[in-house]
């Protein structure tokens, strides 16, 4: 009954380190998602994949790379990590591609810090 | 351009009356879907209810419902008979394609006892 897992759930950054969160989805979805989530704006989509192999970028990918390497693992990278990135990020998944409808389910979030 | 629309930073409540979330949303696709989402104190995001643009009926799914009003673009949701663990967050989203779910700003609701 995993759905969607996140790891680290927390993590503190020195400026210019670099890290990756690691998203994993157990329910065979094509499509995932990293989201950031920032007091009063809701969540933003950062970066996401249609599937094995690909990736996209949403609305604010700058400072971000990804990885789709296996179908139920979708990997977030901060290169060289800046105070401005500190945030609360949210994997999540879905099946596709053709449905508004499809449901988005999300895992449980990783805070992170970057002093 | 926001796309989604709370209004409402913060609403409050008292136990078991019902309680109105709204949410206006702008978009010009004909085919779209609507979602509301909670998220507790703990973080994490609980789907609760959809809503399709070419459904004819308000959707519910127990004490949650959905106020549709397409000319209006609004889509608020209906919380029955609340309950304390009804305090959280709540988000409203759209979703225009496969690959695009946009989120409002949230709405904080405190249910009194």
């Known amino acids: 009954n995993a759905g969607v897992t996140q790891t680290p759930k927390f993590r503190v950054l020195k400026t210019g380190q670099s890290m990756t969160l690691l998203c994993a989805q157990d329910m065979n979805h094509e499509y995932m998602y990293w989201y950031r989530q920032d007091p009063g704006m809701g969540l933003r989509l950062i970066h996401y994949s249609v599937g094995e192999g690909t990736t996209a970028k949403g609305e604010v990918p700058d400072g971000y790379n990804v990885s789709r390497l296996k179908k139920q693992n979708f990997l977030l990278g901060l290169e060289s990590a800046a105070p401005s990135q500190t945030s609360v990020y949210f994997c999540?998944?879905?099946?596709?591609?053709?449905?508004?409808?499809?449901?988005?389910?999300f895992g449980e979030g990783s805070w992170l810090t970057v002093v | 351009a926001q796309k989604i629309t709370q209004t409402q930073p913060g609403m409050f409540v008292q136990e078991k009356e019902a309680v109105t979330l709204d949410c206006t949303y702008d978009t010009s696709d004909p085919s779209y879907g609507l979602f509301w989402y909670k998220q507790p104190s703990s973080g994490e995001m609980i789907f609760l209810i959809y809503q399709g643009s070419y459904d004819q009926q308000n959707a519910t799914e127990g004490r949650y419902s959905l106020n549709f009003q397409k000319a209006r673009k609004s889509a608020n949701l209906v919380i029955s008979a609340s309950q304390l663990g009804d305090s959280a967050m709540y988000f409203c989203a759209m979703r225009e394609g496969p690959n695009d779910m946009r989120f409002g700003a949230g709405t904080r609701l405190t249910v009194k006892p």
């Open positions: 999540a998944s879905s099946h596709g591609p053709d449905r508004v409808g499809n449901t988005i389910y």
